[in-house]
């Protein structure tokens, strides 16, 4: 475990904020999700060079420049010939042509080839001025350094690759929105486009808030636990194909939250923290902005992860989750990974998902869309999810065990074996 679900300093009843509370009042998952979605925007386009431009997306459809191949070049060793001059070239009858350079790769071809005349060429090489064909090694018989004979002619363009033939000038290698990729890299590299004008990947800045909280490379005292959600948001940012910057652990502080997000403002795109966004006196993350008309803090219809902070500080977005590292997992998953890719430029901001049918009984709070840990598999009668353990948000095992998060929906206080429900898949079974 690690952070706090809930606060525990004093307050009046009823003040503290727990999954099981009454869902009167709160937003359903979906406002809550468009209200981060509607907040965050793309980051401004910058040129970057192909190896930092991996996985980013482009910002604008990028146009060759360019034919591919620039050349026309040789799919064969052997020689390159004009096809009129052993047309009809047979074993038996083979046409003899004379010899009078070579084609290597990388070099202009030492000749042109006449009427007669055949130049060497190897597999890649540049098609000399005069040649319209290659005869492949095979097909010929060399008579010393300066004869050939052909014993099967082949037609024009044949083990040709011609100027173009794989992209013309003027088409669009990558358009707008595609993710860059190893072919996209390989295919901007090959029309000189080594600079791409992409959205960058955002730097976010990932901090834990709580006294009770040691780094995991310490012993904890009694009443101590070690922090595992910043390691946990370290691995999620990262999967996102977003940068991770950790900034450590922050007290129960809200002076030392505060210099701990100036110190990296400069070099934040956005803030994640986890821990401090209930109701409590020690929940410093609301302390510190309660006040701002930027911030928010609410509370979502939805088990775990119903208290959640979001709002701009210098205008960039902060996420402030919950503090139990299951809650902060799926808080992650629903509101701060979209908004991430929206933030990339990406397209499609959800996780793939599908219809499975559960294996056991699944119960939770029936006002609140419930996200079940769930191992799900596939076989021939399709997919099926198991839960992997209690529902406890403190639980960071059960999500170790899992690959994706089944949605039972509002209004179900118990979902029955046999029930087929919607499953957010956040990995493959393989993984």
Not at 233 to 247: C, D, H
Request: aromatic share 4%; net charge negative.
């Amino acid at each position: 475990m690690s952070g706090r679900g809930a606060s525990t300093g004093p307050a009046p009843a009823g003040a503290h904020v727990h999954d099981h509370d009454s869902p009167e009042g709160l937003l359903t998952v979906e406002e809550a999700k468009q209200k981060v979605l509607g907040a965050v925007r793309p980051l401004a386009p910058i040129e970057l060079p192909l190896t930092d431009a991996y996985g980013c997306v482009s910002a604008r459809d990028i146009v060759a420049t360019i034919d591919l191949p620039e050349f026309p070049s040789s799919a064969m060793d052997g020689f390159a010939v004009r096809a009129d001059d052993v047309a009809g070239a047979t074993p038996n009858r083979p046409v003899e042509l004379k010899v009078v350079g070579r084609a290597l790769i990388g070099h202009r071809p030492e000749g042109v080839v006449g009427t007669g005349e055949s130049i060497r060429i190897a597999t890649g090489a540049p098609i000399p001025a005069g040649a319209d064909a290659v005869v492949p090694i095979e097909n010929a018989i060399v008579d010393g350094e300066e004869l050939v004979r052909v014993v099967d002619g082949p037609a024009v363009g044949t083990h040709v690759r011609p100027r173009g033939e794989d992209v013309s000038e003027g088409d669009v290698l990558v358009p707008a929105g595609k993710r860059l990729g190893a072919p996209e890299l390989g295919l901007l590299a090959n029309a000189g486009q080594a600079t791409p004008l992409v959205h960058p990947r955002p730097r976010v800045i990932v901090l834990s808030t709580g006294d009770e909280l040691v780094p995991p490379t310490e012993t904890p005292d009694f009443g101590q636990v070690r922090d595992s959600n910043a390691s946990l948001l370290f691995g999620a940012v990262r999967e996102a194909g977003a940068m991770p910057v950790m900034a450590g652990i922050v007290r129960d502080d809200v002076e030392s939250l505060r210099d701990t997000i100036l110190s990296f403002e400069i070099q934040a795109d956005a803030f994640v923290s986890s821990g401090g966004v209930s109701v409590g006196e020690r929940d410093v993350v609301k302390a510190a902005f309660f006040r701002r008309g930027e911030f928010d803090f609410f509370k979502v219809a939805m088990q775990p992860g119903m208290p959640q902070g979001f709002g701009h500080v210098e205008g960039k977005p902060y996420w402030g989750l919950p503090g139990n590292p299951v809650s902060v997992f799926v808080s992650f998953e629903v509101f701060v990974r979209p908004a991430l890719l929206k933030m990339m430029g990406r397209r499609t901001l959800s996780r793939p998902e599908v219809t499975a049918t559960l294996t056991a009984d699944v119960r939770g709070p029936k006002g609140k869309l419930q996200f079940a840990r769930v191992e799900v598999r596939r076989d021939a009668r399709g997919w099926s999810a198991t839960p992997t353990g209690a529902r406890g948000s403190n639980l960071i095992s059960t999500v170790a065990r899992a690959n994706g998060l089944a949605m039972i929906p509002v209004g179900t206080e118990t979902a029955p074996a046999g029930t087929t429900v919607p499953v957010m898949l956040f990995r493959s079974s393989e993984d």
